[in-house]
C-alpha cells in the first residue's frame, strides 16, 4: 500500500503575504516546521509539496519532493477540491495524506493513528478535531444548554471542530467522490496546540508565542 503525503502551497496569499514561508524568531520558515513533522512519520511512502512557483524549493528539505501545478490553483475562485483532485491524478497513490504549512504544530502521532484508521481500520478517511464543550448560542438562543438548569461545560455533549490541519483519504474518497472526507470518517482529535491554524497575523503572533516556548532549539 502507497501511502503519499502533500503540501500543497501558493505564494500569493492575501490575508498574511508569505505566510507559508515566515519565519519564527529562529529563523525557522513556517514551513518548515510540517515538512520536518512528516519526514518523521512513519508509514509515509513520499512527501510532496505541491506549488505553482519553483521559488519555494528552497525551503524544501532533503527527502521532500517538489511538483509544480497550474497557476491556475492557486486563484481565489479556484475550487480547492480542484487542487486536491489535480494532485490525485498526478501521483498515484493508496492514501493521501493532506496538510498545510499553517497548520505547523500537528503531531507525528496524530499522522500516524490517522494513517492507520484509513490503511488498516476499514475506516475511508480521517482528519483532524478539536473537542469542544462549551455554552453555545444560535440565532440568539442557547443551542446546547437551557438557562434554567446551567451544567458542568464537561457535562455538555461534546462537539468536535474540524482544525483543516490533517486530511486523510483513501484513492476512491478523493477520484471518484471527489471529497477529502469520505462516508465513513475516522476523527483523530488534537490538541489545542495542535489545532493551530494560521490565516492572518494574529494568529501568526499566537503560533510564534507557541513555537519559541515548546518548540524552539
Not at 510532496?48 to 497557476?71: A, H, M, N, Q, T
Not at 499553517?102 to 478535531?129: C, H, M, N, Q
Not at 464543550?133 to 455533549?157: C, H, M, V
Request: glycine residues 4%; negative net charge; proline residues 6%.
Amino acid at each position: 500500500m502507497k501511502v503519499v503525503a502533500f503540501v500543497p502551497i501558493k505564494l500569493n496569499n492575501e490575508r498574511l503575504p508569505g505566510k507559508n514561508t515566515k519565519a519564527f524568531p529562529d529563523g525557522t520558515p513556517l514551513i518548515s516546521c510540517i515538512l520536518q513533522t512528516l519526514k518523521n512519520v512513519e508509514g509515509l511512502d513520499e512527501i510532496y509539496v505541491y506549488c505553482s512557483s519553483e521559488e519555494i524549493c528552497r525551503y524544501i528539505p532533503e527527502g521532500v519532493k517538489f511538483l509544480k501545478r497550474d497557476p491556475y490553483l492557486d486563484l481565489s475562485t479556484t475550487p480547492f477540491n480542484e487542487v486536491l483532485t489535480t494532485f490525485a491524478e498526478r501521483v498515484e497513490a493508496d492514501v493521501y495524506v493532506l496538510t498545510h504549512a499553517t497548520a505547523p504544530f500537528i503531531s507525528t502521532g496524530s499522522f500516524e493513528t490517522g494513517i492507520r484508521a484509513v490503511a488498516e481500520k476499514g475506516y475511508d478517511s480521517a482528519l483532524a478535531v478539536q473537542k469542544m464543550q462549551e455554552f453555545l448560542w444560535k440565532e440568539g438562543k442557547p443551542f446546547n444548554y437551557s438557562p434554567d438548569a446551567i451544567p458542568r461545560t464537561q457535562d455538555l455533549e461534546p462537539m468536535f471542530v474540524e482544525t483543516c490541519g490533517m486530511y486523510i483519504y483513501n484513492r476512491d474518497t478523493i477520484k471518484k467522490d471527489r471529497r477529502r472526507i469520505g462516508n465513513k470518517p475516522f476523527l483523530v482529535e488534537v490538541s489545542k496546540i495542535e489545532a493551530t491554524d494560521i490565516n492572518n497575523p494574529e494568529d501568526f503572533d499566537v503560533a510564534e508565542a507557541l513555537y519559541v516556548k515548546y518548540f524552539a532549539k
